[in-house]
């Protein structure tokens, strides 16, 4: 670590803080980006073996109660309907991500009338 000044202290090495570091690299200033975990090999995600689905279950599990690496920090879900996808280390949750969007059933877009909830679309 360095006591030397920085203009820019971003938190975090996910989507954003990656893309906001990337996007005031050409500027003068100086730039610091914090990561609680580590920079990953992409020689060593799941995808890369045949242990692909084990792994994916552990060591790239979405919840870092499951994962338990050094850079996680356990998330109390107990009570949740909503189970969070997250990951320590440059990347963040993109290191999870699949990129899987399914199509929406029309009835997504009525949730005010269906459901009573949010607003239907379009507004």
């Not at 242990?51 to 994962?67: G, H, L, M, V």
């Not at 009835?107 to 507004?123: E, T």
Request: hydrophobic content about 40%.
């Amino acid at each position: 670590m360095t006591d030397q000044p920085v203009d820019v202290l971003i938190i975090g090495a996910g989507a954003s803080g990656a893309a906001m570091a990337w996007s005031l690299a050409d500027t003068r200033m100086r730039i610091v980006c914090l990561e609680q975990g580590e920079m990953m090999n992409p020689a060593n995600y799941p995808s890369t073996g045949r242990d692909w689905e084990a792994r994916s279950q552990s060591d790239f599990a979405i919840s870092p109660n499951q994962r338990q690496l050094p850079g996680d920090y356990p998330i109390v879900e107990d009570d949740s309907p909503i189970k969070v996808a997250n990951f320590n280390g440059v990347g963040g949750g993109t290191v999870l991500y699949a990129g899987h969007f399914p199509r929406f059933h029309p009835s997504d877009f009525r949730v005010k009338s269906l459901d009573g909830v949010a607003d239907d679309w379009p507004l």
